[in-house]
Structure formats: C-alpha cells, structure tokens
C-alpha cells in the first residue's frame, strides 16, 4: 500500500513570496491534515479535512495560510506571503476514519516538505 | 484542554540494554495516546497506540509501552536497544472532541551508544 506523498520535498523562498505544497494522501483515508513542525518542537496541526469540507482550522493563520481539499482527495496548502517564522517543516498526514466522531484511527504521516524562508 | 509532556530532550542509552522515553499527558475523558518516531529528513512513523483495554501495549519494531492512569504516563519501552533505534521519538494525545486530531509532545531525542 502506498504512502502519504508529499512535494516538493525542499523549498527555499524569500519572505514575502509565496509558495505551495502538495499532498496525496493514502487510498481511501477520508480524513487529511496538514501539520507544522517548528525545529525543536512536536508538530502542531494547521488544518482538518473530512472528504472535501474543513474540520478544524482554528490554528490556521488565516491571513496568510490557506489549504484545500476540493475533489476530497489530493490536497494544496498555500502561504502567501511568506515570512521567515513559516520556516518549518510542513507534513501532511491521513486517517481511514469513515465515522470521524469518536474515531481512533491512525494517522499517517508523509515525508514532509522542510521550507526555508530567507 | 489536552497536553503531553517529553521532560527528556535527550535520552542516550547503551546498545543491548533496556530503554525508557518518558510521557505524561493531561486530557480530560479517555486518553488515547500515540508514539510516533522520526528518523532524520522523514516523516512520523506509527508506533504503537493506546485506546482501551490491556495497559501493556505492543507495537513495531519491538517497542512497547505502559499505560498507567493513577500516574497519567504512557512510557515507551524496549528490552533491548539497537543502534538503529537512534531517532527522535514523540508522545501524542487525542483530541477528546471527536475530531481525531493529535496533540504533540516537544519530542525525545534517543541515541544507542554502540
């Protein structure tokens, strides 16, 4: 069974450029999320997707972050612009969950993208 | 609201001998916790988790890990350490919400002195 695949694997930006990042997500996994890890730090969710529609996005900074899900499949995240705090690795993980509530399944996780802001 | 605690950045042991990453965690209902590990440049890899039932749980790679309420800790464990086991380690909680979203701890740097 293929994994959670992530592009680009690196990205070097200057701040206030934008950029975009890509994940497919493992067949069949309903749920999609999109996760922030700072250097140091344990990843920090961004955005939930159940199918198309956003779970939870309360720690999306809407102002400069947005992320979609349109055909409940594949998914992009966007920062536009950037600044030199959004360097990070940004990882994409995926969960079977056919019922979300109370659900434990297991998330997978892909190799992430490491982006670097100059 | 939910939390996990890592209170070692760095955990150096021998080869051949047992191994312990701390977690405790703080969430109010059903705890379900996560270990996950990240080797350089890759993503999380799936561990083990806990839902219900036996607080020994087992899962890959020969890793282990007890949960224990009255001291609300989850530590992962192996009898014996490889080399290879050198990698970053980090505990997670389960949003109580429903959401299934997961809550990080700072992670635990093990390295197998060989």
């Known amino acids: 069974e293929a994994g959670v695949a992530q592009s680009p694997r690196y990205k070097i930006i200057e701040k206030r450029q934008s950029v975009a990042f890509w994940c497919n997500p493992i067949?069949?996994?309903?749920?999609l999320y999109w996760y922030q890890q700072i250097l140091g730090q344990g990843p920090k969710l961004l955005i939930q997707?159940?199918?198309?529609?956003?779970?939870?996005d309360s720690q999306l900074p809407k102002d400069r972050f947005s992320a979609e899900r349109l055909k409940g499949v594949d998914s992009t995240l966007k920062i536009q612009p950037a600044k030199l705090e959004d360097s990070a690795v940004y990882l994409c993980?995926?969960?079977?969950?056919?019922?979300?509530?109370?659900?434990?399944?297991?998330?997978?996780f892909g190799p992430g993208t490491r982006l670097t802001v100059l | 609201a939910q939390s996990v605690a890592q209170p070692e950045d760095q955990v150096n042991v021998a080869e051949g001998n047992p191994l312990t990453v701390k977690c405790t965690y703080s969430?109010?209902?059903?705890?379900?916790l996560f270990w996950y590990v990240q080797y350089p440049n890759r993503g999380l890899q799936f561990l083990l988790k806990?839902?219900?039932?036996?607080?020994l749980v087992k899962g890959s790679y020969g890793f282990e890990a007890e949960f224990n309420k009255s001291q609300t800790s989850f530590h992962l464990k192996k009898p014996s350490a490889l080399v290879s086991d050198s990698a970053l380690y980090f505990c997670?909680?389960?949003?109580?919400?429903?959401?299934?979203?997961?809550?990080f701890g700072t992670g635990t740097r093990l390295t197998v002195i060989p």
């Open positions: 067949s069949g996994h309903a749920t």
């Open positions: 997707f159940q199918n198309n529609g956003v779970v939870d």
């Open positions: 993980a995926s969960s079977l969950d056919p019922l979300l509530v109370s659900s434990t399944d297991t998330q997978y």
């Open positions: 997670a909680v389960r949003d109580p919400s429903g959401a299934n979203n997961l809550f």
């Open positions: 969430v109010s209902g059903n705890p379900y």
């Open positions: 806990y839902i219900t039932g036996d607080n």
